[in-house]
Each structure stands twice: as C-alpha cells, then as structure tokens.
Nanobody, 122 residues
Framework: QVQLVESGGGLVQAGGSLRLSCAAS????????MGWYRQAPGKQRELVAT??????NYADSVKGRFTISRDNAKNTVYLQMNSLKPEDTSRYFC?????????????????WGQGTQVTVSS
C-alpha cells in the first residue's frame, strides 16, 4: 500500500516561513514527478510547484518565495515557503506520479496525501 504523508503545516504570521515535507512509503518501484497543490475552502485545487528529473515548475503566485526540492533516497519532497502572505492560507496536498512494485503490467499512477493546513495571519 503506497502512502504519501505530509507534515510541517501550521499557523504563521505574514512574512514568516514554513517548510512542508511529504514522504512516500510502501512498495514503490519508481517515482517520477512529485509536487504540491493547494486548495482553499470554496476554491479549486491549484498547482503550487512540481519537480521531476531536477526540473522545477512554480505557480506565478509563489515564484521567488517558495522552493521545491526532493530527496530521492528518502522518497521525500519538500516545500520551503518564505515571505508567506495571508493569501497563501490553504490546505497543501502532496502528489507523486509513481509506479508501485509488483504491479503487472507496470504502470505509473498519481497518488495524493491527505494534506496539511497552512494558515497565514495578517
């Protein structure tokens, strides 16, 4: 059973920083893309950042403030969030496009974590 577990959310004042982590566990053969999305109440889930083969992609709203990184040995992706704004308040979800081991035929699929809440006060 593959699981993605996020951590690191919380309450922070505007201008502050938080670091989110997401660890993928289970019988995993290979991981391609990993990333972060966020969803505020009443809004659609939106891309925050992704990383694949060392290439990163960011939403315009977070460029220059957020940094995504990855530790392949630990199957973990991080999101360093600096200069946080109240509009960054949201539930942040980790995602991974991965291939579970032992599945025939082998295939990649998207997996999601349960999310971690980030609240930025003004």
């Amino acid at each position: 059973q593959v699981q993605l577990v996020e951590s690191g959310g919380g309450l922070v004042q505007a201008g502050g920083s938080l670091r989110l982590s997401c660890a993928a566990s289970g019988n995993i053969a290979s991981i391609s893309l990993m990333g972060w999305y966020r969803q505020a109440p009443g809004k659609q889930r939106e891309l925050v950042a992704t990383i694949v083969s060392g290439r990163t992609n960011y939403a315009d709203s977070v460029k220059g403030r957020f940094t995504i990184s990855r530790d392949n040995a630990k199957n973990t992706v991080y999101l360093q969030m600096n200069s946080l704004k109240p509009e960054d308040t949201s539930r942040y979800f980790c995602t991974a496009n991965l291939r579970p081991a032992g599945v025939v035929p082998p295939a990649f699929d998207d997996y999601w974590g349960q999310g971690t809440q980030v609240t930025v006060s003004s």
